[in-house]
């Protein structure tokens, strides 16, 4: 569905940007691949390894709307990938984050619907769901915001969804990459801050699939979340070094013991590997998310079940992990 289309991603020059582009350009012929991001040097040292004819680099941030309305100019699908994510960082400078992840988010929505955009999907983080930190409360913001865009588009073809998914193995800022800079420079042990603590885990290969299906799937208005394996962390630390002793060193500001990608109380549909959050408020045209637009068919379970890193059926050895992280 790719073929011949103009395709652009906000924060392009992320991890995620470049295993999208990667995989788009080894899969499909795209007209045009636009990577939207506000910092030159990134967008510099991709077009190095992705130069093809297709490859469009535009400096911009999502927070100037009149930059974002012009790069969406004749674009048919947007992936939403911008974003402050640092924990720590979005509790020091809060309004930054909003003006990222907020507003920044209604900008893409306006040039999106001024634009006539076909498709859009925005990537969403486990930590907008019961958000305890102000980054998951602006992502959550950022959802409510794209999902309701759904019923201001009056007559025209634009559709928006949300992808939501747990920690990506091997991203920048996450705990793999952290934990083997320590045992790569001698560290003694390894911190871990609560024994019992549990993550789900995704590769970004998996990840950025994921999003690639759900352009398929969607109907507009859908949290979509994949059925995703958890992790101790202190398997996981074992997992890269077998002999390192570990230290506690207790929860950090903003941070859960388990992460959460769906609560108790939204309603969801399951299908074979993945849910959908379905909206909570009624949109102008009638959308039945038991079958996707696929004709694919999900079972509707209501409200009551929620999905977190504890109660997950699935689970990752130790020996499991470390194929995942070679494969990266």
Same mark, same amino acid.
């Given at each position: 569905?790719? %073929?011949?289309?103009?395709?652009?991603?906000?924060?392009?020059? &992320?991890?995620?940007?470049?295993?999208?582009? $990667?995989?788009?350009?080894a899969?499909?012929?795209?007209?045009?691949?636009?990577?939207?991001?506000?910092d030159?040097?990134?967008q510099?040292?991709? =077009?190095?390894?992705f130069?093809?004819?297709c490859?469009r680099?535009?400096i911009?941030?999502?927070r100037?709307? @009149?930059? !974002?309305?012009?790069a969406?100019? +004749? !674009?048919?699908y947007?992936?939403?990938?911008a974003?402050?994510?640092? !924990?720590?960082?979005?509790?020091?400078? *809060?309004?930054?984050? /909003?003006?990222?992840?907020?507003?920044g988010?209604?900008?893409?929505i306006?040039?999106?619907?001024?634009?006539?955009?076909?498709?859009?999907?925005a990537?969403?983080?486990?930590?907008a769901s019961?958000?305890?930190?102000l980054y998951?409360? #602006?992502?959550? =913001?950022?959802?409510?915001l794209? /999902?309701a865009a759904? %019923?201001?588009? +009056?007559?025209r073809k634009?559709?928006?969804?949300?992808?939501r998914y747990? %920690?990506?193995?091997g991203?920048?800022?996450?705990v793999?990459?952290?934990?083997k800079?320590?045992i790569?420079t001698g560290?003694? $042990?390894l911190?871990?801050?609560?024994?019992?603590?549990?993550?789900?885990?995704i590769t970004?290969k998996? +990840?950025? @699939?994921?999003?690639?299906?759900?352009f398929?799937?969607?109907?507009g208005? $859908?949290?979509f979340?994949?059925?995703? *394996?958890?992790m101790?962390?202190?398997?996981? =630390?074992?997992?890269?070094?077998?002999?390192?002793?570990?230290?506690?060193?207790g929860?950090?500001?903003?941070?859960?013991?388990?992460?959460?990608?769906?609560t =108790?109380?939204?309603?969801?549909?399951?299908?074979e590997?993945y849910? !959908?959050?379905?909206?909570?408020i009624?949109?102008?045209h009638?959308v039945?998310? #038991?079958?996707?637009?696929?004709?694919?068919? &999900?079972?509707?379970?209501g409200i009551?079940f929620?999905?977190?890193?504890?109660n997950?059926?699935?689970w990752?050895?130790?020996?499991e992990?470390l194929?995942?992280?070679q494969?990266?």
């Open positions: 569905m790719f %073929n011949n289309k103009n395709i652009l991603i906000t924060g392009g020059t &992320g991890s995620f940007g470049k295993k999208y582009t $990667e995989m788009i350009l899969k499909y012929k795209p007209n045009k691949i636009i990577i939207f991001s506000r030159e040097l990134k510099y040292e991709m =077009a190095q390894s130069n093809d004819d490859m680099y535009f911009g941030d999502v100037d709307a @009149q930059r !974002v309305e012009y969406m100019d +004749g !674009v048919d947007v992936i939403h990938a974003a402050l994510k640092h !924990v720590p960082a979005a509790e020091y400078n *809060p309004t930054e984050c /909003i003006k990222t992840n907020i507003d988010a209604q900008n893409v306006n040039a999106a619907i001024k634009n006539e955009v076909e498709k859009v999907i990537l969403s983080t486990d930590k019961s958000p305890i930190n998951g409360a #602006t992502k959550l =913001a950022s959802d409510k794209f /999902i759904n %019923n201001i588009v +009056g007559k634009t559709r928006f969804a949300v992808v747990g %920690n990506v193995v991203s920048r800022g996450s793999v990459p952290f934990f800079n320590l790569e560290a003694s $042990e911190p871990i801050t609560d024994a019992d603590m549990t993550r789900f885990l970004l998996d +990840g950025v @699939q994921f999003v690639l299906n759900n398929e799937r969607m109907h208005g $859908e949290i979340i994949p059925k995703i *394996p958890s101790k962390m202190t398997d996981l =630390a074992k997992a890269l070094a077998p002999n390192l002793p570990h230290k506690i060193i929860i950090r500001p903003g941070e859960k013991m388990h992460e959460v990608m769906i =108790a109380d939204d309603r969801v549909v399951e299908y590997t849910y !959908v959050i379905t909206p909570t009624q949109f102008n009638h039945d998310y #038991t079958a996707n637009a696929l004709g694919e068919e &999900g079972k509707d379970i009551g929620e999905y977190n890193s504890l997950n059926t699935q990752i050895s130790k020996k992990f194929a995942m992280e494969s990266l």
